[in-house]
């Protein structure tokens, strides 16, 4: 990393699971840390939805020489949108409860050491998807890791907030089995290119983790400039059951039903009557037909020596 960043603005979620302890304790140390290298920064704790956002736009507005996001993926994507076009470099305290980013970047899960590898760390510009909806409009909204439409969009929109709070993974476990129960699998089509596919789940990958210790898009790039895709074409409750299953054993490469593709823009479209629903990095994205596409050169990432190992 260039030895002249110095200035840092550090965006924390006070509300995201391991922040909520941290914004006295660790989270202190970890900027005493980062100022032992040179690295000063200044707190600016979120208060609500769509505010870190506004507060990285500042930063950029600002001329900071860095911004540092202590949070889950909700609020690293909410960053993201905040700084997406511009120079400043973004990088990770993991917090929240999950962070797909830090696995990817293989970040340990302690604020404090994840701070000390902040200055040794290569600065990298890579794509972003973005996703276009009637919801988001013509401007869209980026995302870093992962986005899809159908279960797992049905899931993201329907779990409850205050057992995510208490119990963090357990309350997206609690929701995916209650929607293999209820869930009806509407189809919808998948234009990638030349080609078109009914389906009832699409995963957009940009990173080989998804969520807690899964990897769905297993081949995606984080620095290169298209999507993983995996789609699946059954109805069967039953069939997506045992998907899960060979998901816990790291064999869902080998479904029947499951189609895995590589494609930098892909669309969306609903076939049936009930909607299909849309996520992006955890957050509910509104319903299709939606666009989710590349946009090269977008971010700078602060990537840890943790990453190439």
Same mark, same amino acid.
């Given at each position: 990393?260039?030895?002249?960043?110095?200035?840092?603005?550090?965006?924390?979620?006070?509300?995201?699971?391991?922040?909520?302890?941290?914004?006295?304790?660790?989270?202190?140390?970890?900027?005493?840390?980062?100022?032992?290298?040179?690295?000063?920064?200044?707190?600016?704790?979120?208060?609500?939805?769509?505010?870190?956002?506004?507060?990285?736009?500042?930063?950029?507005?600002?001329?900071?020489?860095?911004?540092?996001?202590?949070?889950?993926?909700?609020?690293?994507?909410?960053?993201?949108?905040?700084?997406?076009?511009?120079?400043?470099?973004?990088?990770?305290?993991?917090?929240?409860?999950?962070?797909?980013?830090?696995?990817?970047?293989?970040?340990?899960?302690?604020?404090?050491?994840?701070?000390?590898?902040?200055?040794?760390?290569?600065?990298?510009?890579?794509?972003?998807?973005?996703?276009?909806? &009637?919801?988001? !409009? +013509?401007? =869209?909204?980026? #995302?870093?890791? *992962?986005?899809? @439409?159908?279960?797992?969009?049905?899931?993201?929109?329907?779990?409850?907030?205050?057992?995510?709070?208490?119990?963090?993974?357990?309350?997206?476990?609690?929701?995916?089995?209650?929607?293999?129960?209820?869930?009806?699998?509407?189809?919808?089509?998948?234009?990638?290119?030349?080609?078109?596919?009914?389906?009832?789940?699409?995963?957009?990958?940009?990173?080989?983790?998804?969520?807690?210790?899964?990897?769905?898009?297993?081949?995606?790039?984080?620095?290169?400039?298209?999507?993983?895709?995996?789609?699946?074409?059954?109805?069967?409750?039953?069939?997506?059951?045992?998907?899960?299953?060979?998901?816990?054993?790291?064999?869902?490469?080998?479904?029947?039903?499951?189609?895995?593709?590589?494609?930098?823009?892909?669309?969306?479209?609903?076939?049936?009557?009930?909607?299909?629903?849309?996520?992006?990095?955890? &957050?509910?994205? !509104? +319903?299709? =037909?939606?666009? #989710?596409?590349? *946009?090269?050169? @977008?971010?700078?990432?602060?990537?840890?020596?943790?990453?190439?190992?």
């Amino acid at each position: 990393m260039p030895s002249d960043i110095r200035d840092a603005l550090l965006i924390v979620n006070p509300n995201a699971g391991r922040a909520r302890k941290a914004h006295l304790g660790p989270l202190e140390r970890a900027r005493k840390i980062l100022s032992r290298y040179g690295i000063e920064s200044e707190l600016a704790p979120t208060d609500g939805p769509g505010a870190a956002t506004e507060i990285a736009r500042q930063a950029v507005r600002d001329r900071r020489q860095m911004v540092i996001v202590c949070g889950g993926d909700g609020t690293l994507n909410e960053v993201v949108n905040g700084l997406a076009g511009s120079r400043v470099p973004l990088a990770l305290l993991p917090a929240g409860t999950a962070n797909v980013l830090a696995k990817e970047l293989n970040l340990p899960w302690n604020i404090e050491r994840a701070a000390e590898l902040v200055a040794g760390s290569t600065l990298r510009r890579i794509a972003l998807g973005k996703i276009k909806t &009637e919801e988001t !409009g +013509a401007a =869209g909204r980026y #995302f870093l890791s *992962v986005a899809g @439409a159908g279960p797992d969009g049905a899931l993201v929109r329907a779990v409850n907030g205050g057992l995510k709070r208490h119990t963090g993974t357990l309350a997206y476990w609690a929701e995916g089995f209650r929607q293999l129960g209820s869930y009806r699998f509407p189809r919808f089509r998948v234009i990638a290119g030349q080609e078109s596919f009914e389906a009832t789940l699409i995963v957009v990958g940009r990173t080989k983790h998804y969520g807690g210790p899964f990897q769905i898009t297993s081949e995606a790039d984080l620095y290169g400039n298209d999507f993983e895709l995996m789609l699946c074409t059954t109805r069967s409750r039953w069939k997506y059951l045992g998907y899960v299953f060979l998901l816990l054993f790291g064999q869902l490469r080998r479904a029947r039903g499951a189609r895995f593709l590589r494609a930098s823009c892909v669309r969306c479209e609903p076939l049936d009557a009930e909607p299909v629903w849309a996520q992006v990095d955890g &957050e509910p994205a !509104g +319903a299709i =037909g939606v666009e #989710f596409c590349i *946009v090269p050169d @977008a971010l700078t990432l602060a990537v840890p020596h943790t990453a190439l190992k």
